[in-house]
C-alpha cells in the first residue's frame, strides 16, 4: 500500500509537539500557578554552597580513636618560642593519644634556637626534635648563603637537628632589587651542601596547593575554602605560577643528590599520585610528609 511521506513527517511533527509542550506544563505550570510569596519564600529556601550543611541518617555504632594503638612520630609541627608551661602541656596531650615524638620545625636560629632546645629537647631529651630556619636579615650583603651554612653548622652544634623552609622561600622572598629569590637559587647552594655534610636532612615546604593559583570561580574546586581564607589564594600579579615554582623545586632536588629532602604536604602532588611517584624515581634523597594535605 502507498504511504505518504508527507503524512508521517507531519505526525512526527505533531506527536513532538505534544511532547514538547507536555514538558513545558510540567516545568513552568506549577511554578506560575505560585503565588509570589510561594517563589519567595522557595528562593529564601535554596542555600548557598556554604549554608548546606545536611545531618546524616546513617544509623551505626559510633567508634571513636583517641589514641593511638601504635606510638608515632608526628614529623610536622610548629611551636614558636615555646615556654616550659607549654611544653609540660604539650607533653601530657602527647602521651594521651600515644604520641612518642614530635618534630618542632619552628625553631629559629641562634639565641632563638638555643632557647628552644633548652626548653624542649633539654627538659624531654627523648620526647622532641628541633629544627633550625634560616633567617634573611643579611640577605642583601654579599655572601650571604655562606653565613647561613655556618650559622648552620653551629646551629646543630647547639642541639638542631635539621633545617626547615618556610613557604616564603621560593614564593615572595625578594631580593632588595625585587627580583624574586627562586627556589633553585645558587646563592643557597653553600647551605644545602652542608645539611648534605652535617647529614640533617631538609623540610622544604615549596607553593601550595595548585588550586590556589587558579583562577577563583566556579570551577576551583578550593572554592569554598578559598571564600572563607582569601588570603590562601596566589593570583598570578603576585604569585609565580605553580608549575614555575616545581620545576624549580625539582632542579633543587636533582643538584644537591646528597641532601636529604623532605617536602611538605606530600610536595602539592596528593592530587597526582603518579607524579609524586615520578618525582621519587628521579630522585632518591626525596621523601614527603602528609601534613595538611
Known amino acids: 500500500m502507498f504511504k505518504n511521506p508527507r503524512g508521517t513527517v507531519n505526525s512526527r511533527r505533531t506527536i513532538l509537539s505534544i511532547i514538547f509542550v507536555s514538558l513545558f506544563a510540567l516545568i513552568v505550570w506549577p511554578r506560575a500557578a505560585m503565588t509570589p510569596q510561594d517563589q519567595a519564600l522557595q528562593k529564601q529556601q535554596t542555600p548557598t554552597i556554604d549554608e548546606y550543611q545536611p545531618k546524616s541518617t546513617l544509623v551505626t555504632k559510633e567508634h571513636k580513636v583517641e589514641r593511638a594503638k601504635f606510638p608515632f612520630i608526628d614529623i610536622h609541627s610548629h611551636h614558636w618560642n615555646p615556654t616550659p608551661e607549654e611544653v609540660d602541656r604539650l607533653v601530657?596531650?602527647?602521651?594521651?593519644?600515644?604520641?612518642?615524638?614530635?618534630?618542632?620545625?619552628?625553631?629559629?636560629?641562634?639565641?632563638?634556637?638555643?632557647?628552644?632546645?633548652a626548653v624542649m629537647k633539654?627538659?624531654?631529651?627523648?620526647?622532641?626534635?628541633?629544627?633550625?630556619?634560616?633567617?634573611?636579615?643579611?640577605?642583601?650583603?654579599?655572601?650571604?648563603?655562606?653565613?647561613?651554612?655556618?650559622?648552620?653548622?653551629q646551629d646543630v652544634k647547639n642541639g638542631a637537628q635539621g633545617l626547615k623552609i618556610f613557604k616564603n622561600f621560593g614564593m615572595d622572598l625578594k631580593y632588595a632589587s625585587g627580583e624574586r629569590v627562586h627556589v633553585d637559587d645558587a646563592e643557597f647552594d653553600a647551605v644545602f651542601e652542608k645539611c648534605a655534610e652535617l647529614k640533617i636532612p631538609?623540610?622544604?615546604?615549596?607553593?601550595?596547593?595548585?588550586a590556589?593559583?587558579?583562577?577563583?570561580?566556579?570551577?576551583?574546586?578550593r572554592w569554598e575554602e578559598l571564600k572563607e581564607f582569601p588570603g590562601r589564594a596566589r593570583p598570578p600579579a603576585k604569585y609565580p605560577p605553580f608549575e614555575t615554582l616545581m620545576t624549580e623545586r625539582n632542579h633543587l632536588f636533582a643538584k644537591?643528590?646528597?641532601?636529604?629532602?623532605?617536602?611538605?604536604?606530600?610536595?602539592f602532588h596528593g592530587n597526582d599520585l603518579e607524579r609524586l611517584g615520578k618525582l621519587f624515581d628521579a630522585n632518591?634523597?626525596?621523601?614527603?610528609?602528609?601534613?595538611?594535605v
Open 256 to 267: 644537591h643528590p646528597k641532601t636529604n629532602f623532605i617536602a611538605a604536604h606530600l610536595g
Open 284 to 292: 632518591p634523597n626525596v621523601y614527603v610528609d602528609i601534613a595538611a
Open 212 to 221: 590556589f593559583f587558579d583562577p577563583w570561580d566556579y570551577h576551583n574546586e
Open 202 to 210: 631538609v623540610l622544604i615546604h615549596v607553593a601550595e596547593p595548585s
Open 122 to 153: 633539654g627538659r624531654y631529651p627523648e620526647r622532641f626534635v628541633v629544627f633550625a630556619n634560616m633567617s634573611y636579615d643579611d640577605l642583601n650583603t654579599p655572601g650571604f648563603g655562606k653565613r647561613v651554612a655556618a650559622r648552620l653548622e
Open 92 to 117: 601530657k596531650e602527647m602521651d594521651t593519644i600515644n604520641l612518642r615524638v614530635m618534630v618542632n620545625l619552628s625553631g629559629g636560629t641562634g639565641e632563638a634556637l638555643n632557647k628552644t632546645v
